[in-house]
Protein backbone atom coordinates (compact mmCIF):
# COMPACT_ATOMS: atom_id res chain seq x y z
CA UNK A 1 0.00 0.00 0.00
CA UNK A 2 1.51 3.40 -1.06
CA UNK A 3 1.87 6.30 2.03
CA UNK A 4 0.83 9.84 0.76
CA UNK A 5 2.74 11.85 3.01
CA UNK A 6 0.70 14.87 1.99
CA UNK A 7 -2.87 13.96 2.17
CA UNK A 8 -2.23 11.02 4.95
CA UNK A 9 -0.23 12.81 7.61
CA UNK A 10 -1.97 13.56 11.04
CA UNK A 11 -1.04 14.48 14.10
CA UNK A 12 -1.45 11.45 16.96
CA UNK A 13 -2.70 13.82 19.84
CA UNK A 14 -4.95 16.68 19.45
CA UNK A 15 -4.68 18.75 22.22
CA UNK A 16 -4.70 16.22 24.42
CA UNK A 17 -3.96 18.49 27.14
CA UNK A 18 -6.30 20.92 27.20
CA UNK A 19 -8.80 19.24 28.58
CA UNK A 20 -8.63 18.31 32.31
CA UNK A 21 -11.39 20.86 33.97
CA UNK A 22 -9.84 19.47 37.42
CA UNK A 23 -6.40 20.72 36.29
CA UNK A 24 -7.58 24.28 36.25
CA UNK A 25 -9.59 23.55 39.75
CA UNK A 26 -5.71 22.31 41.37
CA UNK A 27 -4.23 25.47 39.91
CA UNK A 28 -7.28 27.43 41.65
CA UNK A 29 -6.75 25.72 44.71
CA UNK A 30 -2.67 25.81 45.03
CA UNK A 31 -3.39 29.69 44.40
CA UNK A 32 -5.16 29.91 48.15
CA UNK A 33 -3.05 29.71 51.41
CA UNK A 34 -2.77 27.05 53.35
CA UNK A 35 -5.13 24.75 51.23
CA UNK A 36 -4.95 21.02 49.48
CA UNK A 37 -6.36 20.47 46.33
CA UNK A 38 -8.10 16.72 46.52
CA UNK A 39 -9.79 14.79 43.85
CA UNK A 40 -12.50 12.81 44.24
CA UNK A 41 -11.93 9.87 41.50
CA UNK A 42 -9.49 7.51 40.70
CA UNK A 43 -5.50 8.17 41.60
CA UNK A 44 -4.88 8.35 37.85
CA UNK A 45 -6.02 11.82 37.52
CA UNK A 46 -4.31 13.00 40.41
CA UNK A 47 -0.89 11.65 39.27
CA UNK A 48 -1.63 13.13 35.46
CA UNK A 49 -2.38 16.77 37.11
CA UNK A 50 0.45 16.96 39.05
CA UNK A 51 2.77 15.61 36.84
CA UNK A 52 1.34 18.18 34.15
CA UNK A 53 1.72 20.56 36.82
CA UNK A 54 5.19 19.87 38.19
CA UNK A 55 6.39 19.73 34.50
CA UNK A 56 5.15 23.47 33.96
CA UNK A 57 5.84 24.50 37.10
CA UNK A 58 9.18 23.12 38.22
CA UNK A 59 7.62 23.34 41.60
CA UNK A 60 6.86 20.24 44.46
CA UNK A 61 2.86 19.92 43.93
CA UNK A 62 0.62 17.66 46.52
CA UNK A 63 -2.76 16.88 44.81
CA UNK A 64 -4.39 14.24 47.39
CA UNK A 65 -6.82 11.99 45.41
CA UNK A 66 -9.62 9.83 47.10
CA UNK A 67 -8.55 6.85 45.27
CA UNK A 68 -11.70 5.04 43.64
CA UNK A 69 -11.42 1.26 43.66
CA UNK A 70 -13.68 -0.72 41.41
CA UNK A 71 -16.13 -0.70 44.49
CA UNK A 72 -16.70 2.69 44.52
CA UNK A 73 -16.90 3.02 40.73
CA UNK A 74 -20.29 0.56 41.06
CA UNK A 75 -21.37 1.85 44.87
CA UNK A 76 -20.57 6.00 45.19
CA UNK A 77 -17.20 7.11 46.54
CA UNK A 78 -18.52 8.68 49.85
CA UNK A 79 -16.44 6.29 52.01
CA UNK A 80 -13.31 7.07 50.43
CA UNK A 81 -13.88 10.60 50.27
CA UNK A 82 -14.53 10.45 54.15
CA UNK A 83 -11.25 8.50 54.14
CA UNK A 84 -9.15 10.87 51.81
CA UNK A 85 -10.60 13.72 54.08
CA UNK A 86 -9.62 12.39 57.79
CA UNK A 87 -5.75 11.20 56.08
CA UNK A 88 -5.45 14.99 54.47
CA UNK A 89 -6.17 16.83 57.90
CA UNK A 90 -3.74 14.48 59.39
CA UNK A 91 -1.09 14.69 57.82
CA UNK A 92 -1.17 18.51 56.13
CA UNK A 93 -3.22 20.24 58.90
CA UNK A 94 -4.47 22.22 56.21
CA UNK A 95 -6.09 25.92 56.46
CA UNK A 96 -8.54 24.69 53.36
CA UNK A 97 -8.98 21.50 50.94
CA UNK A 98 -10.39 22.36 47.98
CA UNK A 99 -12.01 19.52 46.48
CA UNK A 100 -12.60 19.30 42.67
CA UNK A 101 -14.75 15.82 41.38
CA UNK A 102 -13.00 13.84 38.06
CA UNK A 103 -14.84 12.40 34.92
CA UNK A 104 -15.15 9.21 37.09
CA UNK A 105 -16.88 10.73 40.03
CA UNK A 106 -18.99 13.18 38.21
CA UNK A 107 -20.50 10.14 35.79
CA UNK A 108 -21.64 7.99 38.41
CA UNK A 109 -22.93 10.73 40.60
CA UNK A 110 -21.75 11.59 43.53
CA UNK A 111 -23.09 13.91 45.43
CA UNK A 112 -20.28 15.48 46.94
CA UNK A 113 -22.02 18.26 49.18
CA UNK A 114 -24.44 15.60 50.83
CA UNK A 115 -20.91 13.44 51.64
CA UNK A 116 -19.73 16.91 52.86
CA UNK A 117 -22.59 17.43 54.85
CA UNK A 118 -22.85 13.88 56.38
CA UNK A 119 -18.46 14.09 57.00
CA UNK A 120 -19.52 17.50 59.20
CA UNK A 121 -22.16 16.05 61.09
CA UNK A 122 -19.93 12.76 61.99
CA UNK A 123 -16.96 15.72 62.89
CA UNK A 124 -18.82 17.70 64.65
CA UNK A 125 -16.95 17.35 68.15
CA UNK A 126 -13.59 18.66 66.24
CA UNK A 127 -12.41 21.65 64.22
CA UNK A 128 -12.58 21.05 60.89
CA UNK A 129 -11.05 22.82 58.09
CA UNK A 130 -12.48 24.84 55.38
CA UNK A 131 -13.47 22.48 52.75
CA UNK A 132 -14.95 24.20 49.19
CA UNK A 133 -16.31 21.93 46.69
CA UNK A 134 -16.50 21.74 43.05
CA UNK A 135 -17.94 19.88 40.28
CA UNK A 136 -15.37 19.81 37.37
CA UNK A 137 -16.68 17.00 35.23
CA UNK A 138 -13.68 17.06 32.22
CA UNK A 139 -16.45 16.22 29.61
CA UNK A 140 -18.13 19.65 29.89
CA UNK A 141 -15.46 22.39 28.53
CA UNK A 142 -11.82 22.63 29.68
CA UNK A 143 -9.03 23.20 32.04
CA UNK A 144 -9.95 27.21 31.76
CA UNK A 145 -13.71 25.88 32.34
CA UNK A 146 -12.44 24.19 35.49
CA UNK A 147 -10.56 26.78 36.47
CA UNK A 148 -13.26 30.05 35.97
CA UNK A 149 -15.86 27.09 37.76
CA UNK A 150 -13.45 26.95 41.07
CA UNK A 151 -12.88 30.58 41.38
CA UNK A 152 -16.84 30.95 41.35
CA UNK A 153 -17.11 28.06 43.94
CA UNK A 154 -15.06 29.80 46.55
CA UNK A 155 -16.52 32.98 45.96
CA UNK A 156 -19.60 31.70 45.83
CA UNK A 157 -19.35 29.42 49.51
CA UNK A 158 -16.86 32.00 51.75
CA UNK A 159 -17.68 35.45 50.67
CA UNK A 160 -19.26 37.22 53.22
CA UNK A 161 -21.35 40.50 53.41
CA UNK A 162 -20.93 44.03 55.72
CA UNK A 163 -20.23 47.23 55.50
CA UNK A 164 -18.38 48.47 52.34
CA UNK A 165 -14.59 48.53 52.56
CA UNK A 166 -11.83 50.17 49.84
CA UNK A 167 -10.99 46.52 48.76
CA UNK A 168 -10.85 45.74 44.87
CA UNK A 169 -11.17 42.26 44.21
CA UNK A 170 -9.55 41.07 40.81
CA UNK A 171 -10.24 37.54 39.16
CA UNK A 172 -7.23 37.33 36.57
CA UNK A 173 -8.03 34.01 34.60
CA UNK A 174 -5.05 31.57 34.15
CA UNK A 175 -2.05 33.34 33.70
CA UNK A 176 1.44 33.31 34.92
CA UNK A 177 3.10 33.54 37.95
CA UNK A 178 5.16 36.37 37.14
CA UNK A 179 1.92 38.26 35.88
CA UNK A 180 0.02 37.63 39.35
CA UNK A 181 3.20 39.68 40.63
CA UNK A 182 2.92 42.29 38.18
CA UNK A 183 -0.51 42.68 38.88
CA UNK A 184 0.26 43.10 42.84
CA UNK A 185 2.76 45.54 42.16
CA UNK A 186 0.47 47.39 39.81
CA UNK A 187 -2.07 47.46 42.44
CA UNK A 188 0.82 48.59 45.21
CA UNK A 189 1.79 51.54 42.80
CA UNK A 190 -1.93 53.19 42.93
CA UNK A 191 -2.43 52.36 46.54
CA UNK A 192 -5.39 49.93 46.21
CA UNK A 193 -5.72 46.86 48.50
CA UNK A 194 -6.35 44.24 46.51
CA UNK A 195 -8.16 40.74 46.90
CA UNK A 196 -6.62 38.81 43.96
CA UNK A 197 -7.75 34.96 43.60
CA UNK A 198 -6.28 33.10 43.08
CA UNK A 199 -2.49 33.86 43.61
CA UNK A 200 -0.06 31.14 42.81
CA UNK A 201 2.61 33.44 42.23
CA UNK A 202 4.59 32.15 45.24
CA UNK A 203 3.26 28.62 46.17
CA UNK A 204 3.50 27.94 42.10
CA UNK A 205 6.86 29.98 41.95
CA UNK A 206 8.80 30.47 45.13
CA UNK A 207 12.72 30.09 45.92
CA UNK A 208 14.22 27.22 46.81
CA UNK A 209 13.58 25.87 50.23
CA UNK A 210 15.86 25.11 53.36
CA UNK A 211 13.41 22.93 54.77
CA UNK A 212 10.51 21.01 52.84
CA UNK A 213 7.03 22.37 53.27
CA UNK A 214 4.03 20.08 53.28
CA UNK A 215 2.28 23.22 51.76
CA UNK A 216 4.32 26.01 50.41
CA UNK A 217 4.16 29.17 51.86
CA UNK A 218 2.08 32.46 50.04
CA UNK A 219 -1.33 32.42 48.26
CA UNK A 220 -4.73 34.61 48.96
CA UNK A 221 -5.44 34.28 52.64
CA UNK A 222 -9.16 33.08 53.10
CA UNK A 223 -10.29 36.38 55.98
CA UNK A 224 -9.31 37.93 52.69
CA UNK A 225 -11.62 35.64 50.15
CA UNK A 226 -14.41 36.63 52.55
CA UNK A 227 -14.03 40.02 52.80
CA UNK A 228 -14.55 39.71 49.14
CA UNK A 229 -18.44 40.22 49.56
CA UNK A 230 -17.88 43.67 51.02
CA UNK A 231 -15.35 45.01 48.28
CA UNK A 232 -16.04 48.33 46.34
CA UNK A 233 -15.18 46.91 43.18
CA UNK A 234 -14.33 43.60 41.16
CA UNK A 235 -12.43 43.43 38.05
CA UNK A 236 -12.68 39.99 36.25
CA UNK A 237 -10.17 39.58 33.20
CA UNK A 238 -11.05 37.73 30.03
CA UNK A 239 -14.12 39.13 27.69
CA UNK A 240 -15.46 35.23 27.28
CA UNK A 241 -15.64 33.63 30.46
CA UNK A 242 -19.14 31.97 31.12
CA UNK A 243 -21.51 34.54 33.01
CA UNK A 244 -22.04 31.29 35.34
CA UNK A 245 -18.11 31.69 36.46
CA UNK A 246 -18.35 34.77 36.52
CA UNK A 247 -16.83 35.31 40.51
CA UNK A 248 -17.95 39.37 39.61
CA UNK A 249 -21.03 38.86 38.21
CA UNK A 250 -21.64 36.66 41.22
CA UNK A 251 -20.80 39.33 43.98
CA UNK A 252 -22.95 42.03 41.78
CA UNK A 253 -25.65 40.64 42.14
CA UNK A 254 -25.57 38.95 45.81
CA UNK A 255 -23.28 41.86 47.64
CA UNK A 256 -23.75 44.90 45.08
CA UNK A 257 -20.04 44.70 44.69
CA UNK A 258 -19.24 46.89 41.52
CA UNK A 259 -18.44 44.35 38.48
CA UNK A 260 -15.79 45.39 35.33
CA UNK A 261 -15.16 42.96 32.83
CA UNK A 262 -12.10 43.54 31.16
CA UNK A 263 -9.39 41.66 28.19
CA UNK A 264 -6.14 41.17 29.95
CA UNK A 265 -4.00 44.04 29.72
CA UNK A 266 -2.36 43.65 27.02
CA UNK A 267 -1.08 46.08 24.17
CA UNK A 268 -1.87 49.60 24.57
CA UNK A 269 -5.73 50.07 24.35
CA UNK A 270 -6.35 47.14 26.80
CA UNK A 271 -3.52 48.44 29.15
CA UNK A 272 -5.02 52.39 29.31
CA UNK A 273 -8.60 50.92 30.27
CA UNK A 274 -6.84 49.49 32.76
CA UNK A 275 -5.08 51.59 34.76
CA UNK A 276 -8.05 54.29 34.07
CA UNK A 277 -10.24 52.12 35.87
CA UNK A 278 -7.61 51.71 38.49
CA UNK A 279 -7.41 55.43 38.77
CA UNK A 280 -10.94 55.52 38.81
CA UNK A 281 -11.22 53.11 41.54
CA UNK A 282 -8.11 54.42 43.93
CA UNK A 283 -8.84 58.42 42.98
CA UNK A 284 -4.81 58.72 41.93
CA UNK A 285 -3.27 59.87 38.96
CA UNK A 286 -1.71 57.07 37.30
CA UNK A 287 1.98 57.06 38.31
CA UNK A 288 4.18 58.90 36.13
CA UNK A 289 6.69 55.30 35.87
CA UNK A 290 3.72 53.70 33.84
CA UNK A 291 3.09 56.72 31.54
CA UNK A 292 6.61 56.95 30.89
CA UNK A 293 6.59 53.21 30.04
CA UNK A 294 3.59 53.94 27.40
CA UNK A 295 5.54 57.34 26.11
CA UNK A 296 8.53 54.80 25.25
CA UNK A 297 6.40 52.16 23.49
CA UNK A 298 4.51 54.68 21.34
CA UNK A 299 7.89 56.43 20.45
CA UNK A 300 9.25 52.85 19.45
CA UNK A 301 6.30 52.62 17.11
CA UNK A 302 7.10 55.83 16.18
CA UNK A 303 10.55 55.22 15.25
CA UNK A 304 9.61 51.82 13.44
CA UNK A 305 6.99 53.19 11.43
CA UNK A 306 9.68 53.65 8.82
CA UNK A 307 10.33 50.50 7.95
CA UNK A 308 7.02 48.70 8.81
CA UNK A 309 4.62 51.40 7.28
CA UNK A 310 2.12 49.42 4.78
CA UNK A 311 4.04 45.93 5.19
CA UNK A 312 1.56 43.36 6.40
CA UNK A 313 2.05 39.52 7.12
CA UNK A 314 4.12 37.56 4.59
CA UNK A 315 5.87 41.01 3.47
CA UNK A 316 7.91 41.27 6.29
CA UNK A 317 9.30 37.86 5.74
S1 LIG B 1 -10.23 11.18 33.53
FE1 LIG B 1 -11.03 13.28 33.41
S2 LIG B 1 -10.47 14.23 35.36
FE2 LIG B 1 -9.20 12.38 35.14
S3 LIG B 1 -7.28 13.13 34.21
FE3 LIG B 1 -8.65 12.45 32.53
S4 LIG B 1 -9.71 14.33 31.88
FE4 LIG B 1 -8.84 14.74 33.93
Known amino acids: M ?8 KAITVNAC ?4 PLGASLVFKGIEGAIPLLHGSQGCATYIRRYLISHFKEPIDIASSSFSESATIFGGEENLKKALRNVISQYQPGLIG ?6 SETIGDDVR ?3 HHFHQENSDSKQPIIVSVATPSYQGSHIDGFNAAVFAVIQQLAAGGPKTKLVNLFPGMVSAADLRYLKATFADFGLDLMLLPDYSETMDGPTWNNYHKIAPGGTGVEKIKASGRAQASIQFGLT ?10 LAEKYEVKSYQ ?3 PIGIKGTDRFLKLLSELSGNEIPQSYQAERGRLVDSYID ?4 LFGKKGGSLR
Do not use: E, M
Not at 241 to 250: D, S
Open 114 to 116: LIL
Open 2 to 9: SYDRKTQA
Open 241 to 250: VNPNQNAALF
Open 304 to 307: GHKY
Open 99 to 104: IATTCL
Open 18 to 21: KLCN
Open 262 to 264: LGL
